[in-house]
């Protein structure tokens, strides 16, 4: 069975700032998705970024990019230029290779300090 | 942009009464999922439907859940006999298809608190 590990339950950044968050995971698989989502104080799940494993280059959207090592199921999340808005709960997320059965990790509490 | 909606956005009920939560799914979205978190823990798979069927659940899924598309269009989570410990968010997700589509729309969520 496929699991995601989150080991950071809280962390911290200036604002303006960079902070990366750390993700890893395992799975027998060779292709399958990764994705990061914010969860806000209003619960909702929304989705910041996805990542394809046959896919080499790291996906960037805007100030948030990752760090995709599959050798290492690694898969970190860089938040850029960090805003107040920032401020969430992130999970790191996998998807099979139909994007579904997913697994996400335990989450981590991102704080942006003004 | 369309979206996934849930009612009610929060329901309380009474320990061992039945409560259903509602999903609109996205109009040509094919698969329907469910998923819990409750507050503070990370968020679970329940359950997958896909072809007006289950496609695959999880151990919390027990016989106290069902799911169902009774109309079409809404897509229910049934809870039979609540228990204190089925107090979370309840999160519809749903993906137009398999493959490279890749990812789950998520709806806002319905915060269910058993009392």
Known sequence: ?114 | EPEVTQTPSHQVTQMGQEVILRCVPISNHLYFYWYRQILGQKVEFLVSFYNNEISEKSEIFDDQFSVERPDGSNFTLKIRSTKLEDSAMYFCATIRTSGIAGEQYFGPGTRLTVT
């Open chain 1, 1 to 114: 069975a496929q699991t995601v590990t989150q080991s950071q339950p809280e962390m911290s950044v200036q604002e303006a700032e960079t902070v990366t968050l750390s993700c890893t995971y395992d799975t027998s698989e060779s292709d399958y998705y990764l994705f990061w989502y914010k969860q806000p104080p209003s619960r909702q799940m929304i989705l910041v970024i996805r990542q394809e494993a046959y896919k080499q280059q790291n996906a960037t959207e805007n100030r948030f990019s990752v760090n995709f090592q599959k050798a290492a199921k690694s898969f970190s999340l860089k938040i850029s230029d960090s805003q107040l808005g920032d401020a969430a709960m992130y999970f790191c997320a996998y998807g099979d290779n139909y994007g579904q059965n997913f697994v996400f990790g335990p989450g981590t509490r991102l704080s942006v300090l003004p």
